[in-house]
């Protein structure tokens, strides 16, 4: 009580202070301690502050113009960082082009620096390499871009040299470019900067250079995987080798020198390690830290294991972030290569598309949950139920596809995707598999002003069951017309919270804040709507709490 006091008499700026430096679950655990607790935790600037906060200012920026742009100027930031944390949807758009354009490819890179969409190099029909490098202006805002049209061009280049399978990192407004193979089948390992020079009437050029980068390299390849780390680092890993094997080696090129030179070093092999494999994703998560997933191992089996490696400590090592199978049929992603993995808005992965063993292609996207993946211990079932999400689609679904090229623009908000092979075919040889339409993924993020705050659900008591580790209401809920019988424990589990109940209908936990013989509030943190159970219990939204009686 004393402590519950102490808190209860700091003033407004000192509670927000505090509450600017907490993870948001626990300030909407804050929020339902008191109603004065509540008012604090709603504050409108401080939802902005840690959507700026867990997402960077340009994300949040993003969403303040889209806020402006869609009639959502009054929608509440805490509603906002509610939509973005329960992303649930996406729609996907072919871009239509003005002009020229790339010829079809898979096994590219695409890039977006400075404004400026990147492409380069790719495999086409009879498995020959592409030396060709196109740019597209889309610009830094991120407002709609439902009428966008591509206006692609094509630099003079001539360096570097054509190959497919290679990887492009962005660096500041820089590209490192590493590896490769080419149609003659030879692996390669040289490390390319490309400096990009904008120029006036929406031209660019790239100023491409070999790196010096000393004695020390990577072994050659190509298909392999490789992120940026806070614009300092690139880390690569595994690939196929000279001889075809498959490598399972990770390297680090530390470019802390500005760009005019680098140093690779290679990782000590410390045991557990992910299997050697190629066609896999390697993806940056902030920090020091990245995420691998997926790819093709070197008996030609395809996986579908998440890997986590920090190189900021001091003997960095491969953590397996193993899954609870018992728990996860039809909710994670099944195995594949060729995908991508992007980081999004919200901290989330999306991948998308790839391939089975069967050479099969994908047209699903699912998104990895990093807080998930931090949160909970690995192997654990809420970090398995909460890890993976499969996305619902809106409107037209993209084709299937494999070892295409993705990007993300800097709000997060928007996917590009460019070619791959696609519609399922297993001849890769043949020139229809290849593609070289262009998609623009966009997260579906509801930002209007509704005329109801809240929604109400009204569960009425049918019968009260057991499961086996305790009591079990089961209820039928009633809302819009559409009836629906479904067990109220399950409702609550599914927010996250587990409650234990007696039979006896009056016994409640502590926390009840209000006592009606027909309805009873009882104060949950959730970003829900206010759901009222008859003779049984409410979950009310991190908003507000209606009154009964």
């Known amino acids: 009580?004393?402590?519950?006091?102490?808190?209860?008499?700091?003033?407004?700026?000192?509670?927000?202070?505090?509450?600017?430096?907490?993870?948001?679950?626990?300030?909407l655990s804050f929020a339902a301690a008191c109603r004065a607790f509540h008012a604090w935790a709603s504050s409108d600037a401080l939802w902005e502050a840690l959507c700026r906060r867990d997402w960077g200012a340009r994300a949040a920026a993003a969403l303040a113009e889209r806020r402006r742009r869609?009639?959502?100027?009054?929608?509440?930031?805490?509603?906002?960082?509610?939509?973005?944390?329960?992303?649930?949807?996406?729609?996907?758009?072919?871009?239509?082009?003005?002009?020229?354009?790339?010829?079809?490819?898979?096994?590219?890179?695409?890039?977006?620096?400075?404004?400026?969409l990147v492409l380069f190099g790719g495999g086409c029909e009879g498995g020959r390499h592409l030396d060709d490098t196109w740019v597209a202006y889309v610009g830094n805002g991120a407002g709609n871009r439902s009428s966008a049209v591509f206006s692609w061009q094509q630099l003079d280049s001539g360096t570097p040299s054509g190959r497919f399978g290679h990887s492009c990192s962005i660096v500041g407004d820089a590209?490192?470019?590493?590896?490769?193979?080419?149609?003659?089948?030879?692996?390669?390992?040289?490390?390319?900067?490309?400096?990009?020079?904008?120029?006036?009437?929406?031209r660019m050029?790239?100023?491409?250079?070999?790196?010096?980068?000393?004695?020390?390299?990577?072994?050659?390849?190509?298909?392999?995987?490789?992120?940026?780390?806070?614009?300092?680092f690139i880390v690569i890993h595994g690939g196929i080798g000279q001889s075809g094997s498959r490598l399972g080696d990770t390297w680090l090129l530390d470019l802390s020198n500005g760009l005019r030179s680098g140093i690779w070093h290679q990782i000590e092999d410390t045991e557990p390690l992910p299997l050697s494999r190629s066609g896999h994703t390697l993806t940056w998560i902030g920090g020091s830290r990245m995420?691998?997933?997926?790819?093709?191992?070197?008996?030609?089996?395809?996986?579908?294991?998440?890997?986590?490696?920090?190189?900021?400590?001091r003997y960095p090592k491969w953590k397996e972030l193993k899954y609870d199978l018992s728990s996860v049929l039809g909710e994670m992603p099944f195995p594949r290569v060729g995908h991508s993995a992007t980081l999004v808005l919200g901290?989330?992965?999306?991948?998308?598309?790839?391939?089975?063993?069967?050479?099969?292609?994908?047209?699903?996207?699912?998104?990895?949950?990093?807080?998930?993946?931090?949160?909970?211990?690995?192997?654990?079932?809420?970090?398995?139920?909460?890890?993976?999400?499969?996305?619902?689609?809106?409107?037209?679904?993209?084709?299937?596809?494999?070892?295409?090229?993705?990007?993300?623009?800097?709000?997060?908000?928007?996917?590009?995707?460019?070619?791959?092979?696609?519609?399922?075919?297993?001849?890769?040889?043949?020139?229809?598999?290849?593609?070289?339409?262009?998609?623009?993924?966009?997260?579906?993020?509801?930002?209007?002003?509704f005329r109801q705050t809240f929604t109400?659900?009204?569960?009425?008591?049918?019968?009260?069951?057991?499961?086996?580790?305790?009591?079990?209401?089961?209820?039928?809920?009633?809302?819009?017309?559409?009836?629906?019988?479904?067990?109220l424990r399950m409702s609550l589990s599914a927010y996250g919270f587990k409650l234990a109940f007696l039979c006896q209908v009056h016994m409640f936990p502590k926390n009840v804040c209000q006592y009606h013989p027909e309805q009873i509030v009882v104060s949950l943190p959730l970003m829900g709507s206010l759901m009222t159970v008859k003779r049984g219990i409410s979950l009310p939204s991190m908003t507000r709490l209606k009154r009964h009686g």
């Open 456 to 487: 109400m659900l009204t569960f009425h008591l049918a019968d009260i069951g057991h499961y086996n580790d305790g009591p079990n209401w089961c209820s039928s809920a009633n809302c819009g017309g559409m009836h629906t019988c479904l067990p």
């Open 205 to 232: 050029k790239i100023s491409w250079r070999l790196l010096e980068v000393g004695p020390h390299a990577p072994y050659p390849r190509g298909a392999h995987a490789a992120c940026c780390v806070d614009n300092k």
């Open 175 to 202: 590209l490192v470019l590493f590896g490769g193979i080419n149609d003659q089948g030879q692996r390669l390992n040289d490390t390319w900067i490309g400096q990009i020079i904008c120029e006036e009437s929406r």
């Open 70 to 116: 869609g009639g959502g100027g009054g929608v509440p930031w805490r509603r906002i960082y509610a939509e973005v944390a329960l992303l649930g949807a996406l729609s996907a758009r072919r871009v239509p082009v003005k002009g020229a354009s790339p010829r079809p490819r898979a096994s590219h890179s695409l890039n977006l620096v400075a404004g400026w």
């Open 1 to 27: 009580m004393e402590e519950e006091a102490a808190v209860a008499r700091l003033g407004c700026d000192q509670v927000l202070s505090i509450l600017h430096l907490l993870p948001a679950e626990s300030v």
């Open 291 to 313: 995420v691998l997933f997926g790819g093709r191992g070197s008996e030609f089996d395809v996986l579908n294991d998440v890997w986590l490696l920090d190189i900021n400590e």
């Open 347 to 449: 901290g989330k992965i999306l991948v998308y598309g790839g391939e089975d063993s069967q050479r099969r292609r994908k047209d699903d996207f699912w998104t990895l949950d990093l807080p998930a993946l931090l949160q909970f211990e690995s192997g654990s079932k809420k970090m398995t139920k909460r890890m993976w999400k499969k996305l619902r689609i809106d409107g037209q679904c993209p084709n299937y596809r494999s070892f295409h090229g993705a990007c993300v623009d800097t709000s997060g908000c928007h996917v590009y995707i460019f070619g791959g092979m696609v519609d399922g075919l297993v001849h890769p040889a043949e020139a229809s598999v290849f593609t070289s339409n262009c998609l623009i993924i966009d997260l579906k993020i509801s930002l209007k002003i």
